[in-house]
T-cell receptor, first 109, second 115 residues
């Protein structure tokens, strides 16, 4: 059974304080690992897809990396508007995504 | 519309009532998914359509849950004889791809509360 575990559950940062979120996964035949951002009362918003170990993707202050067992979402010099829940998901042998519980990030000004 | 539209946004039902939740995907999107998100949890897969064909319904929790997409566009998720454990946000997502559909566009969800 495909599984995703995200840590920490919650993270508080000061504006400008860089950090990383972790996503550990087990999946039969990884077809893709996905990062989404979810704001309160909204649906998840797609950020990145990673397909193979060693791959990296960047967007503004965010960088996602992938190994054979985990993915990291690095946040550099975060701003208050980066506050959200970040969800990690994997796609294995079917079209469905298996999500983790998410990391709730709060960036204080 | 520009995005995935879901209605109603909020629904309160008495235990035992039937409910229907509607999803209008982005025009031309082939794939449509339903996910269930409980408070503080990540979304959990319910079912998947490619055009009008329901290709995977393995996530539907019981036979009280039924989904359809008769013309390959709008989809409806129906829950019969609602129970308190059905309280959750129901998210609809679509993708223009027929396969490798991990890059999804989500609606804002329908929040169901069963009293």
């Amino acid at each position: 059974e495909d599984q995703v575990t995200q840590s920490p559950e919650a993270l508080r940062l000061q504006e400008g304080e860089s950090s990383s979120l972790n996503c550990s996964y087990t999946v039969s035949g990884l077809r893709g690992l996905f990062w989404y951002r979810q704001d309160p009362g909204k649906g998840p918003e797609f950020l990145f897809t990673l397909y193979s170990a060693g791959e990296e993707k960047e967007k503004e202050r965010l960088k996602a990396t992938l190994t054979k067992k985990e993915s990291f979402l690095h946040i550099t010099a975060p701003k208050p508007e980066d506050s959200a829940t970040y969800l990690c998901a994997v796609q294995g042998g079917s079209e469905k995504l298996v999500f983790g519980k998410g990391t709730k990030l709060t960036v204080n000004p | 519309g520009a995005g995935v539209s879901q209605s109603p946004r909020y629904k309160v039902a008495k235990r035992g009532q039937d409910v229907a939740l509607r999803c209008d995907p982005i025009s031309g999107h082939v794939s449509l998914f339903w996910y269930q998100q409980a408070l503080g949890q990540g979304p959990e897969f319910l079912t998947y359509f490619q055009n009008e064909a329901q290709l995977d319904k393995s996530g539907l929790p019981s036979d009280r849950f039924f989904a359809e997409r008769p013309e390959g566009s709008v989809s409806t998720l129906k829950i019969q004889r609602t129970q308190q454990e059905d309280s959750a946000v129901y998210l609809c997502a679509s993708s223009f791809r027929g396969q490798n559909t991990g890059e999804l566009f989500f609606g804002e969800g329908s929040r169901l509360t069963v009293l």
